[in-house]
């Protein structure tokens, strides 16, 4: 059974950090990646990493957050500084797997940022 994870979430005050970690299991899992849906908005990729550590983001979190996964433990991580309240969202970890050819989501994380 693929199951993936999320933890980290939280409230945090603008210009803080938190760090989001997904673990995943059941599967092998090539491109991962984290996404974010806030009230109202539809879903957005923040960002992307292969297993071959290739790594993309959002314009607007780059310079500012870092996606980054453990291969060998099967988990993402998500490392978000310089926290905006238009940073507000719930964060879902996903994940491509190889396995079973299909992309799997997480539960979600909320994170808040307050100003």
């Known amino acids: 059974q693929v199951q993936l994870v999320e933890s980290g979430g939280g409230l945090v005050q603008a210009g803080g950090s938190l760090r989001l970690s997904c673990a995943a299991s059941?599967?092998?899992?090539?491109?991962m990646g984290w996404y974010r849906q806030a009230p109202g908005k539809q879903r957005e990729l923040v960002a992307h990493i292969t297993s071959g550590g290739h790594t993309n983001y959002l314009d607007a979190v780059k310079g500012r957050f870092t996606i980054s996964r453990d291969n060998a433990k099967n988990t993402l991580h998500l490392q978000m500084n310089s926290l905006k309240p238009e940073d507000t969202a719930v964060y879902y970890c996903?994940?491509?797997?190889?396995?079973?050819?299909?992309?799997?989501w997480g539960q979600g994380t909320q994170v808040t940022v307050s100003s």
């Open positions: 996903n994940a491509y797997s190889v396995v079973y050819g299909l992309d799997y």
């Open positions: 059941g599967s092998i899992f090539s491109n």
